[in-house]
């Protein structure tokens, strides 16, 4: 399963963590480890082309964005679109994928 973490403070996305795989299909056909790390790698990529230094950690099964304490707008508006992505694929395969709200 593939769990994903999202830390929030205030309505601000602080920090997002995927990590896992989602063991639908053998390795190379699972479609729902291909959705969430098209989803994560488009996420970071948006990040960096928007131009923001923030921490990314990316490895396979895992993926770890933390803002840094940035506040931009920009910056939330990216990682809000990811997480209502991520939601979307969970809506569809809950069993795959597992995603966590935390207030800190």
């Given at each position: 399963?593939i769990?994903?973490?999202v830390?929030?403070?205030n309505?601000?996305?602080?920090?997002?963590?995927?990590?896992g795989h989602a063991m639908?299909?053998?390795?190379g056909r699972?479609?729902v480890?291909a959705?969430v790390s098209?989803?994560c790698?488009?996420l970071?990529?948006?990040i960096d082309?928007a131009g923001?230094?923030?921490?990314m950690?990316?490895e396979?099964?895992?993926?770890i964005?933390?803002?840094?304490g940035?506040?931009?707008?920009?910056?939330q508006?990216?990682l809000?679109?990811?997480?209502?992505?991520?939601?979307?694929?969970e809506?569809?395969?809950?069993?795959?994928l597992?995603i966590?709200e935390?207030?800190?």
């Open positions: 399963m769990l994903a973490d830390a929030v403070h309505g601000r996305i602080q920090s997002i963590s995927v990590n639908s299909a053998e390795y699972d479609l480890c959705e098209a989803v790698t488009g970071c990529n948006a082309e923001f230094d923030i921490p950690h990316v396979p099964g895992s993926v964005i933390d803002t840094d940035s506040e931009a707008h920009d910056l508006v990216i809000k679109t990811g997480v209502s992505q991520l939601k979307t694929i809506q569809v395969h809950s069993e795959y597992k966590t935390m207030e800190v």
